[in-house]
Structures are given as C-alpha cells and as structure tokens.
C-alpha cells in the first residue's frame, strides 16, 4: 500500500505485518522529508511510527477515542487520518497545526500543545462514554517526559480510583529496549494479557473469596503474590498496580506484531490499564538518533548530513544572550541558581549548566513545582531564577501569586518566547503574560526592546526586591555584536529615544521597533512623534508619565500582549487615575481570540500590529 493511498485509518486494517512495516519507512520518509524544509518536530514523530499504526489498527478511530498529549509526536497520526494532501503545509500560515487541533479533523478528539493533558483528558471521555452508555473505547498516549508532570499523577490517581475502561500508553523513549524486552518478558505479557487467563483469574478471585473465614482471602493472596512475583522479576509496575492500574509491558515499541497483539488483548481488559512501550527516539534519522535533544524541535536541515540550512553568520540568539549574562553574573554571585522545568537548551540554562553544573536545577515538566521550589530556596538566601516560556508559565500562576508574592519573596521570572512564536501557534503564543503578571501584588515587570536591556535588566534584577519578570521574544539580537554595559540602570522609568510633540508613542518590549516604523513614517507624513521605550511595564512612574501625558495630546501603545489587561490597559488606567481624560488613547495589541500560526511579521500585518500597519490607522484617525 501506498501511503498517499491511506485516506483513513480505514484503509490500514486489511494490512499485513510486512505491509505495515513497509509503510512505516514511507511515512518516515515523508516526515523526513516535510521536517527537513520548513522545520518541525521530529524525532517526537519518529519515534512512535509503528506505535501509531498499532494504535489505528486495532482501534476504531474516530469512534474510539485516541488522546495524544502534546501533540508534537501526532505527525504520523495527521498522515494516517487524511492528512497526507495537505501535510506540505505543516505548521504554515493557513495550513494544519504542529499539534492537535478539534476543527482541524474529527481524529483529533482533544487539543493540546503543553504536556500532562492526556491521562486527564482520556478519563474525560471515559466517564462521558459510560454516562451516555455508549461502548467506545478511550486510549491515552503520554511520552516519559510528560510523566514527570504532577497532573498525569493526579489523573493516574483518579483513574485507579474510578476503574474506569482505558488504556494508557507509557511512551517511554529513555530506556534501553534490550535489557526488558526478552524472552521471558515477552512471555509473561502474553500470559497476563491472554483472555483465557484473565477468565480463570476472574473465576479463581470469586471462588475464593466465597471460601469461608479466613481461607478464601489467603488463597486469593497467595495467586496475586504468585503472580506479582513473577511481573516484578523483569517489570518496574508495581507503581502503576498499587494505584488500581494493570500494567503490561515493558514491549518493543517498534515490533507490530507484538504491539498489535498486546493492543487486541488489553483493550477488551476491565478497568484502566497502562501498555509500557519502549521506542527511540528520533528512529529512522541518523543524525537525530545520535541527538534527539536537537531534532525534538529543529529548523529546516539536510536530511543527508542532518546539518541545519541556515546563512552563514548571524547575530546570536536572545536566549544565548540570557544564558551568557546569567552565566557570568552566577560566576561572580553564590547566591544565584537557575532553575527550568524540562527546556533547558530552550530557555538558555544549558549554557549555565555546562560551566556551573550545581547551579541549575532541571524539575522537569512541573512548572507549578519549579516556581514553589523556588520559593523554598529564596526563604534560605538563594536568589532564584526561573527560566520557562511566556505560555507555560501561565501554569504556574496560582503558585507565583501564593507562593512567592505574597511572601514577599525575591524570585527572578524570565519568560523566552514572550509574544508572537510563529509555526508553534496559539499554544505557545506568549500574548498574555504582562496581563496576567500585572495581577500580581508587589510583581515588577520589564520588558527589553534589546538585547542590551536584556542584558542590563537581567544583572539589574538579582539586586532587586520581591518578584521580578523579565520578558522576552523568541529571535535573535538586532545586532552581531552587544554594547558595553550601562553603568547605571535607570530602575523604573522608561527611556525617550526620539522626542517630539503631540503624539506619543509608547512601545513594550521588542514591539518599541515596529514603533520605530511608524514614527519614521509619521513624519514623512507632517507628524512629529516622540517615541519611548517603556521598559517597565509594572509599575508605571506616575510623575514620568504625568509629565509625557502632559506635552501630548495623543496617546499611543503597541505590545505583542493581548489588549486586555496589557500595557495599554495600564496606560489608560494610569492616564484615568491622574485625571487625563481629555486626551486621545489608541492602543494597539493582540486582539481578544487566539492567534493562528504563521511566519511573525506576516502575523502582525495580519493583525495590524506592525510599524506601517499602526501608522496607516493612526492617520486615519487623525
């Protein structure tokens, strides 16, 4: 069969082992091959090639339910789901989503971009499958990386408690296939997944427990410690048993024969079951099996050498450029720890890590956990920072607001990927932290234009009291090169950088050089702008501003942050409390609804939130 062929999970099941396999190496291939040109996640996909085959193969999708958390590791699934014809489209302005989205096709029951839903999700369904009598089955694929989340603990938790119907594929890709997976292991799955036994063991259990007085219930623990016995010589399930969850595995996540034989047998089990497979990361690509780290997320690459197609010398990244700063203040500092929640190449830590390997704590994907940790340490003299993308932070809110506001304590928040991120999408799309951050009693919070700021507010911070964010997109520097440190760091006010008179510019963050656009555009057009750098988007200096409110007579705001609760909305709120009504406030954001993927600048002509965009509206209303 021809994987061009393949309009429907449908079209695989008259399919042999040899037919599947053969269709694995096309659909490697053309992830290869799509991955390879516009970027993507791809060792994620690789790795679970067959495992998804078995998994539309023995199920009824859409009528049986397959949750995937994240989503980044679905690319075969959107193949296998009538997706090929438009899968050169991947993660592009107009074209289907990295990751799972409901209306983008009916095989996508639930949607997710950030990890540990699954689990959750899964016993959704489940419940609502039995509270409307229906007879599907739900199936929920976590990887081993999502499983250091706390929520898939308390789905785990959930579902042993409420018994009920649902499979659980432990996508673990850290462990060694070949030590677990032998003759004997194979064996003993075959035995305790076999409906034959599972009969006799259903027999055997009510038999014994009609045994008078205390000897039915010694018999009946003597079979179970047999049989533990037994799954505990080669299998780590004891965990997942004693949360009422029955655990089959570990199975080679790459043998079909063996994953559609163990799927067949447990999806007919009673109660919640967990499937252990073990697959490899990046299979299929040299290049990202020697490195996975590097293929889980990568940019376009020769599939030959694996090496990135990317021009020669550029300027560095912003993300290196908080790594190298934090670095040298952490060498001269012992009070300074980085902490990161399962991204440290993604957020600048492994730079630390490399030279100051104690000074960097990795949690895992426990964002809650890595800011109350933080908390802890900073009780105890350690100034922490906390390094997580602008969209994961918003977990975390609950613990940043009781946690460590309201003690008062000092925690150093950066936020990567604050705004616009592009192919990623609405679920990672950072246009909401200054709204939610300016909610946080006794919270500072600077936004650079630069990479210099960034640099100066991240060696500002350590100094400063009580929480602190720092906020910045995902690119690169505006130049190759950084300037010399500021001597001194102007704490809390903004910075003019063109004065003029009548209309003012406000800018927050990076956004300060789409207003550069507009205030060159402006006075080709007659207008003589002044344009600032906010810099400090919480708290506002109300005698700097009253001055600024004072010589203009119209007020505008641009930030890559929704318009609700942004920084115009602290604009217009301080502009109010000083008794400035009279004057004219155009703010200029994220509109109130979820932002497509797409190459950024594109996004924001789109929204017209770019410099020539503003300035076009800008004298139209004027």
């Not at 659909?27 to 679970?48: C, D, N, P, Y």
Request: charged share 25%.
């Amino acid at each position: 069969m021809e994987l061009k062929d393949v309009k429907s999970p449908q079209d695989i099941k008259h399919c042999s082992v040899e037919e599947l396999n053969a269709l694995a190496a096309q659909v490697r291939e053309t992830i290869i091959g799509q991955v390879s040109k516009h970027g993507g996640h791809l060792a994620s996909s690789l790795g679970v090639v067959e495992l998804t085959l078995a998994l539309h193969y023995v199920f009824n999708a859409p009528d049986d339910k397959i949750v995937w958390d994240v989503g980044h590791q679905a690319y075969v699934h959107k193949l296998l789901t009538g997706r090929y014809d438009r899968f050169g489209s991947l993660r592009q302005q107009g074209g289907i989503s990295g990751f799972l989205k409901r209306n983008e096709s009916e095989y996508d029951c639930f949607g997710a971009g950030h990890a540990t839903t699954s689990i959750s999700a899964a016993l959704g369904f489940a419940v609502a499958r039995n509270h409307f009598d229906r007879k599907n089955n739900v199936v929920a694929v976590i990887g081993d990386g999502s499983m250091t989340g706390g929520m898939a603990y308390e789905a785990l938790n959930n579902a042993g408690i409420s018994k009920q119907n649902m499979t659980i594929i432990l996508n673990d890709n850290k462990m060694s296939i070949a030590p677990n997976v032998g003759g004997f292991s194979k064996y003993l799955n075959r035995v305790i997944s076999d409906p034959v036994y599972n009969k006799m063991r259903s027999d055997l259990d009510r038999l014994m427990t009609r045994l008078p007085g205390v000897l039915g219930s010694r018999f009946r623990d003597l079979f179970l410690q047999v049989e533990n016995a037994a799954k505990n010589a080669v299998k780590p399930g004891t965990f997942f048993e004693d949360l009422g969850i029955r655990y089959f595995g570990p199975i080679d996540g790459h043998d079909i024969n063996e994953l559609i034989m163990i799927l067949e047998r447990v999806k007919s089990q009673p109660g919640p079951c967990i499937v252990h497979v073990l697959t490899e990361k990046g299979r299929g690509l040299d290049a990202a099996e020697k490195n996975p780290t590097k293929f889980h997320g990568c940019g376009p690459f020769d599939p030959e050498s694996g090496l990135p197609l990317a021009p020669g010398k550029k300027n560095p990244s912003l993300t290196s450029v908080f790594g190298k700063t934090l670095l040298e203040l952490a060498k001269k500092d012992n009070r300074i720890m980085g902490i990161t929640a399962a991204m440290p190449t993604g957020c600048g830590m492994d730079i630390v890590a490399k030279e100051l390997p104690d000074r960097v704590i990795d949690v895992g994907i426990a964002e809650e956990h890595a800011v109350t940790f933080a908390a802890g340490l900073a009780c105890d003299g350690v100034v922490p920072v906390v390094a997580i993308y602008s969209s994961f932070m918003q977990r975390a809110y609950d613990q940043i607001m009781h946690d460590v506001a309201l003690q008062k304590l000092h925690v150093v928040f950066v936020l990567d990927r604050a705004g616009l991120v592009g192919a990623d999408g609405p679920t990672h799309h950072g246009t909401f932290d200054l709204s939610f951050l300016r909610t946080v009693p006794g919270m500072t919070v600077m936004a650079p234009s630069n990479e210099n700021e960034l640099r100066d507010m991240i060696a500002a911070s350590i100094d400063m009291e009580g929480p602190v964010a720092i906020r910045y997109p995902r690119g690169t520097a505006l130049a190759e090169e950084l300037a010399e440190p500021a001597e001194t760091f102007d704490m809390k006010l903004p910075k003019v950088l063109e004065q003029g008179k009548d209309i003012l510019l406000l800018g927050a963050g990076f956004m300060t050089n789409e207003l550069k656009k507009t205030a060159s555009l402006l006075r080709e057009n007659g207008y003589n702008p002044t344009l600032v750098d906010a810099r400090f988007i919480k708290p506002l200096d109300e005698e700097c501003y009253r001055g600024l409110f004072e010589s203009h007579k119209v007020i505008v705001t641009l930030e890559d942050n929704t318009r609700i609760g942004g920084y115009g909305s602290a604009v217009l709120d301080l502009m109010t409390d000083l008794g400035f009504t009279d004057k004219k406030l155009f703010r200029f954001g994220i509109p109130d609804h979820f932002v497509e993927q797409g190459e950024i600048q594109n996004l924001y002509k789109l929204l017209k939130i770019d410099g020539e965009s503003v300035a076009k509206q800008l004298m139209e209303k004027l």
